[in-house]
C-alpha cells in the first residue's frame, strides 16, 4: 500500500457520466451539462464544501469544451501569475479556461485584475470556493458569473466511491479490502469524497492483510484514525473537530488551549477569515452583556484579517481569541432569543398591543392605533411603565442576566423599573 498512487487522483473522473454527485447539476437534465455540450459556458463560480468536484468538473470541463487551459491557485498566486495567465491565454488567440481554486482567497486588487479579461472574453472564468461568493467575491466580477452551487456527497454518493476505491486498490495492489461497518468511515468523510479516500488509505495502509484481505469495521476505522490524526489532519481533514476543540476551549476559559488549537489550524492552512468568523459568533454566543467589548474585538479582529491574511493576521487571532477565552461568560442574550423564537412557533403571531402600533392613516388612528403610548422620553429616568408584549404573553421573562458583574448591574436596573412584573 506504501506505493499506491493517491486514491483521489486514481479515481478522478474524467466524464460527467462517471461523475458522483451533483446530479442537479451534471446529470442528463442539469443545467450545467447542458451548458457545457452547448458549448455556451459562462464564467462561472462553484460554491460548495471541500471534496464534492469542483477541480474535477473544472477539468472535465476543460476536456469537453477542448479550449487551452489554465489554473492558478489563490494561496500561491499574485497579480503578476494572473496577467502572466491572461497574456498567455491571449496569444493563444481563442476563448480560454481559467480555473482558480479557492478564489475567495485572492484579494480586491486580485479579483480587480481579472475583470477586464473576463469581460472581454479573453478567458471564461472557472472560480471555485467554500466561502460564500456574496462576501468574498468583489461585485464586478461575481456579476459577470453564473453561480453554481455544490452539495455535499450524501451516503448513497459515498458508498459508490468507496466501491469504485476498494476495486482500484484491488487493481493495484492485489489487496482484498471488506468493509463490515461503514457508518464510521461515513461520519469521518462528512459528506467529502477527498476525506472518505484519504481515510481508506490510511486504514488500508496500516493494517496487516491475512491472505491479502484486510478487514474493515467501525472499531478499527476510529481506532486507525485516531491513532494517524497528525497525518489525516494535515491538511485540515479534522476541520470541524479541531475548530469544536478552539471554541469549546475558549467557551471553557482556557487561554492556553484556545491558542494550540488556533495554531494546529494555523499550522494546516484554515482559512483565517473562518477562525475569525467563528470567534465573532462566540463572542455574542458565550460572552455577550457579560462583556459586551467581546464583539466589537471580534468584530475588528474579522475585519483586520480581512485586511492582511497570513502571516501577519496569526498575531491578531491570537490576540482576540486570548481576550475571549479571558472574558467572563454569559448565554443569557443567546438564551434569550431562543426561548422567545420558542414561543413565536407555539403561540404563533400575537397581536400588537395598540398603544405600540404604528398610525400612519387617519382610519388607524380611529381604530385606537398609538392611543396611551407612552414616551419614555416625556418621564422621569426616561422611563414610563406600560405593557409592550402581546397580552397572552404579558411578564414572560426572556432575557435573564447571567451572575456575572456586568449583567447584575443590569439585572439590578431592570428590576428597578419593572419592579416585580418579570421577577428580576
Not at 472560480?127 to 456574496?134: H, I, K, V, W
Request: hydrophobic share 40%.
Amino acid at each position: 500500500m506504501t506505493n499506491l498512487p493517491p486514491l483521489a487522483e486514481q479515481l478522478r473522473p474524467v466524464d460527467f457520466d462517471d461523475f458522483v454527485g451533483q446530479q442537479h447539476l451534471i446529470g442528463s437534465e442539469g443545467i450545467l451539462r447542458k451548458a457545457v455540450e452547448s458549448g455556451t459556458l459562462p464564467s462561472i463560480i462553484f460554491w460548495g464544501p471541500p471534496g464534492v468536484g469542483k477541480t474535477t468538473l473544472a477539468h472535465i470541463i476543460s476536456r469537453k469544451l477542448k479550449k487551452p487551459f489554465f489554473t492558478l491557485s489563490a494561496i500561491n498566486s499574485g497579480v503578476k501569475d494572473i496577467r502572466e495567465v491572461i497574456e498567455n491565454a491571449r496569444s493563444s488567440g481563442q476563448n480560454a479556461l481559467l480555473f482558480i481554486d479557492e478564489i475567495h482567497r485572492f484579494s480586491k486588487s486580485q479579483q480587480d485584475s481579472l475583470l477586464g479579461a473576463v469581460e472581454k472574453g479573453i478567458v471564461t472564468l472557472i472560480g471555485a470556493t467554500t466561502e460564500n461568493p456574496s462576501f468574498e467575491v468583489i461585485s464586478p466580477l461575481l456579476s459577470r458569473c453564473q453561480i453554481y452551487i455544490l452539495k455535499p456527497l450524501d451516503e448513497s454518493d459515498l458508498r459508490i466511491i468507496t466501491t469504485k476505491a476498494l476495486a482500484k486498490i484491488r487493481v493495484l495492489t492485489g489487496l482484498d479490502i471488506r468493509i463490515r461497518e461503514d457508518e464510521a468511515l461515513l461520519r469521518i468523510s462528512g459528506g467529502d469524497a477527498r476525506k472518505l479516500l484519504n481515510a481508506l488509505e490510511i486504514i488500508a495502509g496500516v493494517q496487516n492483510p491475512q491472505d491479502d484481505i484486510i478487514e474493515i469495521d467501525n472499531k478499527t476505522t476510529l481506532q486507525i484514525i485516531q491513532q494517524n490524526l497528525a497525518m489525516y489532519d494535515k491538511k485540515g481533514e479534522m476541520h470541524y473537530d479541531i475548530i469544536s476543540a478552539f471554541i469549546k476551549s475558549m467557551r471553557g476559559s482556557d487561554p492556553n488551549a484556545a491558542v494550540y488549537w488556533l495554531a494546529r489550524m494555523i499550522e494546516s492552512g484554515e482559512d483565517p477569515k473562518f477562525i475569525a468568523r467563528r470567534m465573532l459568533i462566540l463572542a455574542s454566543e458565550d460572552i455577550g452583556n457579560a462583556n459586551p467589548n467581546a464583539l466589537l474585538l471580534a468584530n475588528a479582529c474579522f475585519d483586520a484579517v480581512h485586511k492582511t491574511g497570513y502571516p501577519e493576521c496569526r498575531i491578531i487571532l491570537s490576540q482576540c481569541a486570548v481576550y475571549l477565552a479571558c472574558s467572563p461568560k454569559s448565554n443569557a442574550t443567546y438564551m434569550a432569543i431562543e426561548e422567545a423564537l420558542s414561543v413565536v412557533r407555539s403561540k404563533g403571531d400575537l397581536p400588537v398591543p395598540l398603544p405600540i402600533r404604528n398610525a400612519p392613516t387617519g382610519l388607524m388612528k380611529n381604530l385606537g392605533y398609538g392611543n396611551d403610548y407612552r414616551y419614555a422620553h416625556s418621564y422621569e429616568g426616561n422611563f414610563a411603565e406600560m405593557e409592550f408584549l402581546p397580552s397572552k404573553i404579558s411578564g414572560t421573562r426572556f432575557y435573564d442576566p447571567g451572575k456575572n458583574p456586568r449583567e447584575e448591574e443590569i439585572r439590578k436596573y431592570l428590576k428597578n423599573l419593572w419592579k416585580n412584573k418579570y421577577q428580576y
